[in-house]
């Protein structure tokens, strides 16, 4: 990626377009009929994530593979119960509602037209891309998702913070150390190892049978992370109750992978894109006849705006 001074902005994208499609209504349409509430909803959120917090650069960031085969190899259950269809060959088909499925390459061909960056690397999700971008990012980071698994990227001392939607885009958590220390009792490093000790059924994870929330966070301040907690299950003087001991000792394949799935990657070999805000659109004719044919209508407009200013 190209080097740009000032702050970032990454958006997982795929989150954001599922919660402006279940947000605004679906009477929303094309000139034609065809729903178009995820693109205008989307096109509405990036709208105001510019005017709110004044990003230098900007990057929608892609599932190119939204279940890789080698997460699933580590852990099969991952996201299984998200599954539409299996494919011998490529990514397998994911569920999605089949009024939203149409409107992905619009939002797709939207960003190409307006110049927002829009990064999918094959065989990473998102979530890999977003940290891949984080790991290299010489300035301060926000990160744009309603997934919680991206708490793991939060970093005070290198200025990475998450904007959480709690409503829209329009009230958002603005998620730093001291708010993961206060909801989950760890700062960013340690919620990957208490997510795997929890589990997520959302991803298909199982975690630990008996470990919650609150015992996976009393365990990380007890012995500071995985790698002390497995030690510490091997060892007869550490503080850990029978139950806890046997349960942790029979998690242990499960513990043994978990970590390479539940983390996000940052070795993604990632695309060279110029990530700058753009001011003018890369395709004003392009932009125009997706307008007119899609409906969009002030949402796009709205933005284009911004982005001039």
């Not at 699933?72 to 269809?85: F, G, M, N, Q, T």
């Not at 190409?112 to 010489?138: K, Q």
């Not at 958590?173 to 206060?182: G, P």
């Not at 909801?183 to 994870?205: E, H, I, T």
Request: aromatic share 6%.
């Amino acid at each position: 990626m190209r080097s740009v001074t000032g702050r970032l902005m990454l958006l997982d994208t795929a989150s954001l377009y599922f919660r402006a499609y279940f947000g605004v209504p679906d009477s929303v349409r094309a000139p034609d009929g065809s729903p178009v509430n995820a693109v205008r909803g989307l096109l509405d959120f990036i709208d105001r994530l510019v005017r709110d917090h004044h990003p230098d650069a900007l990057v929608a960031c892609m599932d190119a593979d939204w279940r890789p085969a080698w997460r699933v190899e580590l852990i099969p259950s991952y996201k299984a119960h998200r599954v539409a269809e299996e494919r011998p060959s490529g990514p397998d088909e994911e569920e999605v509602p089949d009024t939203l499925s149409p409107q992905v390459p619009v939002i797709e061909a939207v960003l190409d037209a307006v110049g927002i960056a829009r990064v999918g690397v094959p065989a990473y999700e998102a979530d890999d891309v977003i940290g891949t971008f984080t790991a290299r990012a010489r300035g301060p980071v926000d990160i744009v998702t309603g997934d919680r698994d991206l708490y793991q990227l939060v970093d005070d001392a290198r200025g990475v913070r998450v904007l959480y939607p709690l409503k829209g885009v329009g009230t958002l958590q603005i998620t730093d150390e001291a708010v993961l220390r206060e909801k989950y009792g760890v700062d960013g490093a340690g919620y990957a190892d208490l997510a795997l000790l929890r589990g997520d059924p959302s991803d298909g994870l199982p975690g630990v049978p008996g470990v919650g929330e609150k015992t996976a966070a009393k365990l990380l301040a007890e012995f500071g992370d995985l790698a002390g907690i497995l030690a510490a299950v091997d060892d007869p003087k550490a503080r850990l109750t029978p139950t806890q001991r046997k349960r942790l000792t029979e998690a242990h394949p499960y513990l043994a992978v978990a970590p390479k799935v539940v983390r996000v990657a940052d070795d993604v070999p990632l695309p060279e894109v110029d990530t700058a805000l753009p001011r003018t659109p890369r395709d004003p004719d392009a932009v125009r006849e997706l307008a007119a044919r899609w409906g969009l209508g002030g949402s796009l407009e709205r933005l284009l705006t911004t982005l001039a200013r």
